[in-house]
């Protein structure tokens, strides 16, 4: 597969994984790590493509946070109000955690209902996907 592709794939994989869409950027990452592909622009494909793709999320909860309850937004409003509440005694600094598989999209949604800066957003929400990025490719070249 061509250089360029396999980075385009690496971005798409890594945008879509960040937003609701049932991707999984590790294991394209594991597959393209073991082609002579460049390890550290790798990462940076990534990260970019998983930050920006977390940017989704966080203008849909920008915009259409609100809609709680409705068909479009199935949480319930009391739900809503829970997350909110966690989220505003935790702080910002849980955008760190926008990498784990499992919490990871909701708080990025959040970041946009609560309306975190988008500098801000992009800042930890990029730094904690960067790391994870960082961490898989290390595990794997120490293999």
């Known amino acids: 597969m061509d250089a360029v ?23 394209v990452l594991l597959g393209l790590l073991a082609t002579d592909l460049n390890p550290g622009i790798l ?34 409003e009391d739900q809503m109000a829970r997350a909110q509440a966690w989220f505003s005694r ?6 760190l955690l926008a990498w784990a598989p499992v919490g990871g999209d909701a708080l990025t949604f959040l970041g946009g209902i609560m309306r975190v800066r988008l ?3 992009l ?12 961490a898989i490719i290390l595990a794997f070249e120490a293999v």
Do not use: D, H
């Open 43 to 76: 990462w940076l494909v990534a990260s970019v493509g998983n930050t920006l793709g977390a940017v989704v999320n966080w203008f849909i909860g920008l915009k259409y946070g609100a809609l709680a309850g409705s068909r479009w937004l199935p949480a319930t």
């Open 123 to 134: 800042l930890l929400v990029g730094a904690g996907k960067a790391a994870r990025y960082a």
């Open 90 to 95: 935790w702080g910002v600094w849980t955008l």
């Open 5 to 27: 592709l396999s980075y385009l794939l690496m971005f798409g994989t890594a945008f879509g994984a960040a937003t609701i869409l049932p991707f999984y950027s590790e294991v």
């Open 119 to 121: 500098w801000l957003f």
